[in-house]
């Protein structure tokens, strides 16, 4: 009896392991191979799906040519494209930090090109040797949660953030988010190195708390964690959409005051690339009026071209900008990494 | 005359020993030696190579005093993320082996479930839960309280979440043990006046060694190379320092030279545990010993039942129940599903093959290191249990460099996936095939090859229907770990090609929990499902037997 019940099992048992084994031989078959090949543009974008999607597939529908997309972190992206640098397989890299490119373009990866497009864009906002170029900005804003700051204790300059009433109350992402190593080297920059290193321990000892990424800071900010983070303009937006209780600041606004960092998102293309004209097509096309429309508007990046609408995001024109070019930013950083071990 | 035909079968079984000495050296062997050598090792090499060549400058990130503490801390975490998954899978482990608890079978198979649920998704149900504005700290404060009470972030949490998550390794290797073992000693040690407890500290607890170590050793190593929940729950490791050299400072150097020390803990920790091993010899698991005693519970059974309940509480209900929250309705559940099926086939078939590959080279490495004691077998189990050490994204990188130079054509396929999950959780199926082949009496196999049968013949008909359970077992912890794997994956994918964990992640930067949520628990509904009828017909058979 117990005999047969086990072959019984046995008989059910292999029977569904079969149906397994023949279901998975089957499939792959039934889907296309996922080789690159299949495809006549590789973008690894360091963007958001959610933001960088839409883009492509108008450009699909455009140009009739095929796009693969490789969604992924700015830095885990560029590490690939270094590392793939002998066979190169991304045609374009798309950036959320101008300094990532000046890395690549360092490295000798970039393939220099000067879409016609770019004429308009601001000099700040693009690689003089034509290695990339940017296509939308965001603003190095202080954040701070309605519910905790009152209004007349709203900071007007990250300097105000060493005071004693903030203790303990900060955010900000560490420097493994490349914006806010971008904005402490701008700090260095301006402020030389001795008033930084000063101005950053203050803050440390203020309690400030380095956190993973943006994403934290302005979540904490929203649910009350913190009272005020030092994070990226499009955060702000981005907490105003999920209904929290957040407003902003452009600090440093004054004469005298050194103005508000922009970083800009960038688009490049990979020296060897495969597909170079439809890289170039590519390229043109994110300067173009549409593609920019929906850059801006999916993730309220700030519009580096004039004549775009910026939605409900504070214009270029509308502050005063701290002025210092990415590549002196990017040969601080080194220095930078070794002033800030903290962070 | 009864002497003599034993004296002739230990004959016969010299000479097939003889033969099979012979036979382990043989082309075929070799040939699998070198392949899978070749194919583990390659990734290590490159990495040592890019170590040396940076000279006195690429290793003077050692002379860090920091890097101490960074070691400390790891291990810290691990030693301490294995003691919690003990306390937590020992007990019911003995509950539902050994006592007459009700309903234990279905338990015992819902309490290895967390091994479907990733732990960078458990550690984000925790944060929803524990943070410092999570639910318990909304709650606390709208009683009155005031500051958190709890904060997952940190050294703890870390403990908390990575322990809750590996516990069933525990479970699986003890429960077995405790299902196999011999109650005549037990009954022994009763016999002699011992108490219930006292034997099973003196006599169970001692037998179970070997499997507690094997169960601690695979928690212990998940958590030194884990990345996606310290990383959620904010504790420096050696794998976030990685991770942070790479990706800030594009160090590659000294990414490598972490790397390396990482792996040389790795395999001190491995060696360790060998030796720990080796002084002893394994019991073995024969046809023919008695099914366990079963105690009756009586008025304990409400406290056992309670003690089962909490753990897997902790570790299945809440973080689904969570999960199902947050994803708001069972449309946007069907829409994900639907939308994302492309995504679930790729993983699903990418860890089926993975998982099968890793089954067959599991089994072969395990064989030749079981049957052939010589040094070969040292390095080819040396060289397969790297997978373990190496975090997924320094495996990703190595695996970039030298595919795209060397094998360009496999480079940017999906093959490069499969290698990667095939690389990383190889020790897993090399493991379970060897804790298969120990259990079976290498006699068996020398009488049936002293009945000229071939050795394939051997291992076909009286070697493979034994350890079959055995491979089965690997082959799911592969497919598990494989269904799971991100680091690698996310380096790895070609243009276009997303697993499940790399929407989970795209979800959770883009801030859409409700689609992560969703995503998740396909994810560990498709995991959970085949574990789920593997440990029930486990059960069942041990039943029948």
Known sequence: MVHIRRLMFEFRFVRLVSCWAVLFAVLPLAHEPASASAFELVVYSGRKESAIKPVVELFERETGIKVALKVGKTSGLANEILHERQRPRADIFIATEAGVCEILAKEGVLEAYASAGARAIPVEHKSARGLWTGISGRARVIIYNKNLVKSDDIPSSVLDLTDAKWKGKIAIAGTRERTTLAWLSALVGTMGEAKAKAYIDTLLENGMKVLPDNSDVWRGVGSGEFAVGLTNSPNYHLALEANLPVGVVYPDQGPREMGVLINPNAVAIVKGAKNLDQAKRFADFLLSKPAQELLVKHAFEIPLLPGIDPGPVKPLSGFKALQINQERLADLEERTLSLFPGL | ?545
């Open chain 2, 1 to 545: 005359m009864v002497s003599s035909d034993a004296q002739h079968a230990e004959l016969g079984g010299l000479g097939a020993l003889w033969r099979s000495q012979r036979m382990g050296s043989g082309p075929t062997a070799v040939a699998g030696a070198v392949l899978i050598i070749l194919l583990t090792a390659s990734p290590l090499a490159a990495l040592v190579i890019s170590v040396f060549t940076g000279g006195v400058k690429a290793v003077s990130i050692l002379a860090d005093s920091s890097i101490l503490w960074l070691i400390a801390r790891t291990m810290l975490l691990a030693a301490l993320a294995t003691l919690w998954a003990m306390i937590l899978g020992l007990p019911p482990a003995w509950i539902l082996t050994r006592t007459d608890l009700p309903g234990r079978r279905m338990l015992l198979a819902v309490a290895v479930l967390p091994l479907a649920i990733p732990p960078y998704i458990g550690a984000f149900t925790y944060i929803t839960l524990l943070g410092p504005v999570g639910w318990v700290n909304g709650a606390y404060q709208a009683m009155g309280g005031s500051g958190p009470i709890v904060n997952i972030y940190g050294l703890w949490g870390g403990v908390f979440v990575l322990g809750l998550f590996t516990y069933p390794y525990i479970l699986l290797m003890a429960g077995s043990a405790l299902k196999g073992s011999d109650p005549a000693l037990e009954e022994a040690a009763r016999a002699v006046g011992l108490g219930p407890i006292d034997a099973f500290r003196r006599v169970t607890l001692p037998l179970l060694r070997p499997s507690l170590l094997a169960g601690g050793l695979l928690v212990f190593l998940y958590a030194l190379s884990d990345f996606g929940a310290v990383s959620l729950l904010r504790v420096t490791t050696f794998t976030t320092e990685i991770f942070h050299q790479l990706n800030t400072r594009f160090d590659q150097q000294n990414a490598a030279v972490l790397s390396t020390v990482l792996i040389l803990i790795t395999a001190m920790v491995l060696i360790a545990q060998r030796g720990s091993l080796g002084r002893r010899s394994f019991v073995q698991r024969r046809s023919g010993v008695r099914p366990p005693t079963i105690y009756p519970l009586g008025r304990w059974k409400v406290p056992a039942l309670c003690c089962t309940y909490i753990v897997l509480g902790g570790s299945v209900f809440l973080p689904v129940t969570l999960l199902f929250y947050q994803t708001g309705s069972t449309t946007s559940l069907l829409h994900t599903l639907i939308t994302g099926h492309q995504f679930l086939w790729n993983s699903l078939w990418t860890a089926t093959v993975a998982a099968t590959a890793a089954s067959g080279l599991g089994l072969f490495v395990a064989y030749l290191a079981q049957r052939r004691r010589g040094l070969a077998g040292v390095f080819v189990v040396s060289a397969t249990q790297l997978g373990y050490a190496v975090p997924g994204t320094v495996l990703g990188l190595s695996l970039i460099l030298l595919y795209n130079a060397y094998l360009p054509w496999v480079y940017g396929t999906a093959a490069m996936v499969i290698l990667g999950y095939l690389l990383r959780f190889l020790p897993q199926a090399v493991q379970s095939s060897t804790a298969a082949l120990v259990q079976v009496d290498s006699n068996l196999e020398e009488a049936a090859r002293s009945l000229g049968r071939s050795i394939w013949q051997a291992l076909r008909e009286v070697i493979f229907p034994l350890i079959r359970p055995g491979i089965a077992g690997g082959w799911m912890l592969v497919f598990i770990s494989s269904m799971k794997e991100l680091a690698a994956t996310l380096l790895l994918r070609p243009a276009g090609f997303d697993t499940l964990p790399v929407r989970i992640w795209i979800a959770s930067i883009e801030v859409d929990y409700a689609g992560a949520a969703a995503t998740s628990l396909i994810l560990i509904a498709i995991t959970a499902l085949p574990l789920f009828l593997i440990t029930r017909r486990d059960a069942t058979l041990s039943r029948l037997d």
